[in-house]
C-alpha cells in the first residue's frame, strides 16, 4: 500500500466509523474481505486449525489473529492494540426537551471531551440500536443519520463579555443541542422517531418496536487535507480510529505463516472496565480459548511483544512550555514511543529498543515523548493489558495537536509511518520480535 492508498483508506475507514460499534463494523468487513473467518463466543473453537479469524464482544470490541502450530515449539505472538472509541456526546435514555419553544436533546459527557470546539458545529446522530421484530425476537442494527440533524449553539458575546476570558462550560445546562423549533414534527417518544429513521435507512427490516439504544452526537464535516502543501490532516476521532486502522490493514497484510494478534478494545476513553474493554476480560479470556494449556500459554506470552498504539501529543507552537524541552514530537517526524516513570506507559528500555529497531528495519523515523514532571500524564491500554496478561509492553502512537477535540489534527506522513512499523512487525522473524526477558534475543 503506497502513501496515496494509504490515505484514501483511512479516509473512508474514519468516514464509515462515527460510532466505537462503527468502527468494529468497518474492521470487520476489512477483515471478510481478507478471508478472515469469524469465531463467536458461545461456539466451541476447540483446536483451531491453521488460519485468519477474528471475534466480536458488544458489537464494539474485537479480536482478530493468523494462526500457525506447524511447530512443536511455542511460537510468539506479534500482538498489538488500539481503542475504538473516542470522547464525545452519548445521548441519554430520555433525551428530548423542549424550551422556549425549541425542541433539544439531553446529552452526557462520554470522556475527557474538549468541550469548547462543539458549540456551533453540524452534527448528526449515529450508534446502535436494540429493536424486537414482530414475532418477538430480539434484535440489533447500527444506524447513521450522516445529515445533520442538530447544533450546540454558543451564547452571544453580548450576554457574556467574559467568554473569551475566562468561560465555564456547564455540561447540564450548556450542553443541551437544538433539534427543531417545533415539537409538533418530531414523534412525541424519540423511539418512535427511531423507528423511522432505521426503517428509512433499512426498509427491509421487521422492526415492531425500539426497545433502547446506543447513541452518540458527531461532526459531519470529514476528514480533509489542509496547509500550503497539503501536509497536515484535521478531523475527528483520528484518536485512536487512525491506531485502530493501521491495526487491521497490518494484520491483513501479514505474513500468514506467522502467530499474529490484533485487539481493538472499548470504553478506553473512561477507564477501560468493561467487558470489552482492556481492564476487562476479553483479551485474556481468547488467549485461554487459543492456548488452553497453562504451561504452553505462559510460555507463548513470556516470548512475545505486544505493541500499545494511542495517539501521541505532538509540540503545539503555540505552547511548546507544556512540553518537556528534551521531548518534543512533531509532525511527520514519525511514531512516537511513548515512556513514564510511574508506569502510566508501559514502555521500558527494551521494549522500546525492539520498536526502534522495526521502524529501523522499515526505514521509518520515530521519536520520543515523557511528560513534564509538573503536569499529570494520561494513560493508554498499555499498562493494563501488560498487567492483565503478563506481556511485554510498549507504548506508541502518531503525533497529533488537539486531542480530544471534536476536531484533531495530524500529518499526513505518521499514520503511514505507523502502518510500515506495524507491518514489519507482523512479518518480521520469530527471534526478531520476541520479549527482551527471553534468551534467544540474547543469543541472537
Known sequence: ??????????????????????????????????????????????????????????????????????????????????????????????????????????????????????????????????????????????????????????????????????????KQTDLVPLLALSAETVPPLFTDWLKTELKAHSPQLP????????????????????????????????????????????????IPEHNSLIVLNDHEEVGSVSTAGAQGPFLKAVLERLYPDPEQRRRVLAGSLFISADNAHAVHPNFAAKHDPDHLPRLNQGPVIKTNANQRYATNGLTAALFRRLCASAEVPCQQFVMRNDMACGSTIGPLTAAEIGVATVDVGVPQLAMHSIRETIGHLDGWYLLRALTAFFSAPDAAIRSPECPSLSEQ
Open 207 to 254: 422492526v415492531a418496536t425500539i426497545l433502547d439504544f446506543d447513541l452518540f452526537l458527531y461532526d459531519t464535516q470529514p476528514l480533509e487535507r489542509i496547509g500550503l502543501n497539503r501536509e497536515l490532516i484535521t478531523g475527528s476521532r483520528l484518536d485512536n480510529q487512525l491506531s485502530c486502522h493501521a491495526l487491521v490493514q497490518g494484520l491483513i497484510g501479514a
Open 1 to 170: 500500500m503506497d502513501h496515496n492508498d494509504y490515505l484514501d483508506s483511512l479516509f473512508s475507514f474514519i468516514d464509515q466509523s462515527p460510532t466505537a460499534f462503527h468502527v468494529t463494523a468497518t474492521a470487520t468487513s476489512a477483515l471478510d474481505r481478507a478471508g478472515f473467518s469469524r469465531l463467536r463466543e458461545t461456539d466451541a473453537w476447540q483446536r483451531l486449525d491453521n488460519g485468519k479469524y477474528y471475534v466480536v464482544r458488544n458489537d464494539a470490541g474485537l479480536i482478530a489473529f493468523t494462526l500457525n502450530r506447524d511447530s512443536e515449539t511455542p511460537r510468539p505472538l506479534r500482538m498489538a492494540g488500539a481503542h475504538t472509541d473516542s470522547p464525545g456526546l452519548r445521548v441519554k435514555p430520555q433525551p428530548l426537551q423542549l424550551h422556549q419553544g425549541s425542541l433539544q436533546l439531553g446529552v452526557e459527557v462520554y470522556g475527557g471531551a474538549l468541550l469548547a470546539p462543539w458549540f456551533d458545529r453540524n452534527l448528526s446522530l449515529a450508534g446502535r440500536i436494540s429493536w424486537c421484530a414482530e414475532n418477538g425476537a430480539l434484535h440489533s442494527s447500527l444506524i447513521d443519520c450522516r445529515r445533520p440533524i442538530a447544533t450546540i449553539p454558543s451564547l452571544a458575546i453580548h450576554f457574556d463579555r467574559e467568554a473569551n476570558n475566562a468561560r465555564a462550560i456547564n
